[in-house]
C-alpha cells in the first residue's frame, strides 16, 4: 500500500496524476500535495514497522512509531473538521515528515544486524532522501534544470522501490524456509504466536501425557548405518 501511494504521489508532483486519473476534480489537486502527505507518511512508518519486523517488545521503536501514525491521523481529523486554517497544519506535516525520516533511518541502522533486509531498506531510503534533496534544490535555484533534476523524484522513488522489492523477496524466501522449519518441531499456532508477538505465553494444562520410547538395540543398528540413510 506504501509503495502504491508513494506512487500516486510522484505522479502527482509532476501534474501526472492530475493530467490521467482525476482530470475534472480540480479541487483535489488543490490539496493533494497536503492530504497525501497526511497519509503516506503514516504508510512509511506502518511499512518500515513491518518490514524491519518491530515488536512490541521493542518498546522505544515501537511506541515511537505508533505515536506518529497516531499524530498524523490526529492532523486529519483536526484537518478536516477545519478547527485550524491550512497554514499552520503544513508547518506541522512539514515537522513531522522530518521526524519520520529520521525515525524510519534510525530503526534501519538499529535493526541491521537483527533483519538481514535492513540493508536493502536503508539504501532505498538513502536514494529516497537524496531524491528529495536534489529536488528541494532545484526548487530553490541551487541546481539547474536538466533531464535529471526535473526527474529525480521518479528516479529515486524507482531505486527505493526496487530495492524495497529485492528486500521483500528475500524476506519471503527466508520466511518461507523458517516457517517450514519451525513447522517440523512445534505446532501451527505456536509458530503463529511466535511470528506475531516474538514470544510464545505459558500455557496451563489441567492433564497431559508424556510418553517416552526406545527403540530395542538402536545403538548397535545405527553403528552400520550410513549417516545419509
Known sequence: IYLIGSATFYLGLNGYAF???????????????FLMNIAISPMAVLFSMRFLNILKQQ????????????AFILIAIVYISGLFSLTPQVNVDHLLNIVVLV???????????????????????????????????????????????????IIGHMIEVLLFSLALADK????????????????????EELKNTGTVKPKTFGSVSVM???FVDFTKITEMVSPEL
Not at 59 to 70: C, N, P, R
Open 172 to 191: 519471503f524466501n527466508g520466511m518461507k524456509k523458517s516457517d517450514h522449519l519451525l513447522l517440523n518441531i512445534l505446532p501451527k499456532e505456536i509458530v
Open 59 to 70: 518498546y522505544i521503536q515501537w511506541y515511537i512509531g505508533k505515536g506518529l501514525v497516531a
Open 212 to 214: 517416552f520410547t526406545d
Open 103 to 153: 525515525y524510519c533511518m534510525s530503526i534501519g541502522f538499529l535493526n541491521l544486524k537483527r533483519t538481514p533486509e535492513a540493508k536493502f531498506y536503508l539504501i532505498g531510503w538513502t536514494a529516497f532522501i537524496l531524491a528529495a534533496i536534489i529536488f528541494i534544490f532545484l526548487e530553490r535555484g541551487i541546481l539547474p534544470y536538466n533531464f535529471f533534476t526535473a526527474n529525480c523524484s
Open 19 to 33: 493530467m490521467l486519473i482525476w482530470p475534472n476534480m480540480p479541487l483535489l489537486n488543490t490539496y493533494f500535495h
